[in-house]
């Protein structure tokens, strides 16, 4: 879909889509050399974006646009360096204006769960 499609931080930051339709979403990524903090852990902003992505997979559609209008994580345990992470969104409250969506971040190989995010989104008409 046009508004996710074009999103240029998602193809700097190298996400891959794993699944996308309404309601559910996976995302993929690695925590690369360049993604990581001054202690040597996945940046909280990568694993923010990286959530906010499979939010954004998650609740916009061909008919409508969601954008979000409030969003929050709890970072639950250190990403290393070279890990593959999941994001793993899904709508936990649809209604024609609104939704709330959870997304666990983990380790594709461990299933180690690194943080916890929950968006709040506003449907708008295309």
Same mark, same amino acid.
């Given at each position: ?17 794993? *699944? ?5 979403? +996976? ?13 040597? !852990? ?20 061909? *008919? +409508?646009?969601? !954008? ?19 994001? *793993? ?38």
């Amino acid at each position: 879909m046009p508004n996710t499609d074009n999103d240029r931080l998602a193809k700097t930051l190298q996400f891959e889509t794993l *699944e996308s339709k309404f309601g559910k979403a +996976r995302v993929r990524a690695i925590a690369k050399d360049e993604f990581l903090n001054g202690v040597n !852990i996945a940046h909280g902003g990568f694993l923010f974006s990286l959530a906010d992505f499979a939010s954004a997979l998650a609740t916009n559609t061909d *008919e +409508r646009v969601a !954008i979000s209008s409030c969003a929050s994580i709890n970072f639950l345990s250190p990403c290393p360096q070279n890990e593959v992470v999941i994001a *793993e969104a899904k709508i936990t409250y649809s209604d024609a204006k609104t939704a709330l969506v959870d997304v666990s971040v983990s380790s594709e190989n461990s299933g180690a769960i690194f943080a916890m995010f929950q968006s709040r989104v506003i449907f708008k008409k295309m």
